[in-house]
């Protein structure tokens, strides 16, 4: 049996952050968790539109700029990702560096590039996973563009 590699995503993670059919991601949401100036964690909300897998060893986010979660990142670097897909809870520790800021940018974004170091799959043997936290768009036509452009410049 082959072993497995806790330092990339697996085929699923993979596949919901890869950039691709956001019109069917719509309702995910993900837990981004820093830690604050004082050493306690701090979550943030964060999408499919917002989170790029460039590889199954590195991917990029766009936070908005001046938030606490990007002072965080930009401060220490460090990172967990969390969520729910088809009743598996993921965790991905991360390890993120700022990149350049797009001067023509449409939604402008502080934007890391982040290793995964460490990514996790958790299921329970005596019960099922039947959601993770999600959201119900107010305007899911002008998100799905927005998104498509954020990653667009993710890729940059």
């Known amino acids: 049996?082959?072993?497995?590699?806790?330092?990339?995503?697996?085929?699923?993670?993979?596949?919901?952050?890869?950039?691709?059919?956001?019109?069917?991601?719509?309702?995910?949401?993900?837990?981004?968790?820093?830690?604050?100036?004082?050493?306690?964690?701090?979550?943030?909300?964060?999408?499919?539109?917002e989170v790029w897998a460039e590889s199954p060893e590195r991917l990029r986010i766009a936070l908005w700029l001046g938030t606490k979660t990007t002072g965080n990142l930009l401060r220490t670097g460090r990172a967990l990702l969390?969520?729910?897909?088809?009743?598996?809870?993921?965790?991905?520790?991360?390890?993120?560096?700022?990149?350049?800021?797009?001067?023509?940018?449409?939604?402008?974004?502080?934007?890391?590039?982040?290793?995964?170091l460490e990514s996790r799959a958790d299921v329970a043997k005596y019960a099922e996973l039947t959601s993770g936290i999600t959201i119900q768009l107010h305007d899911p036509q002008q998100v799905l563009v927005r998104w498509k452009e954020t990653l667009e410049e993710l890729k940059r």
């Open 82 to 116: 969390g969520f729910v897909h088809e009743g598996v809870s993921y965790t991905i520790r991360l390890q993120a560096t700022a990149m350049p800021e797009i001067p023509d940018a449409r939604h402008p974004r502080a934007r890391f590039a982040a290793d995964v």
């Open 1 to 49: 049996m082959k072993p497995i590699d806790h330092s990339r995503l697996n085929a699923e993670c993979y596949a919901l952050l890869d950039g691709t059919r956001l019109e069917d991601k719509l309702h995910i949401a993900m837990t981004l968790h820093t830690v604050d100036e004082d050493g306690y964690p701090h979550q943030a909300m964060v999408s499919a539109g």
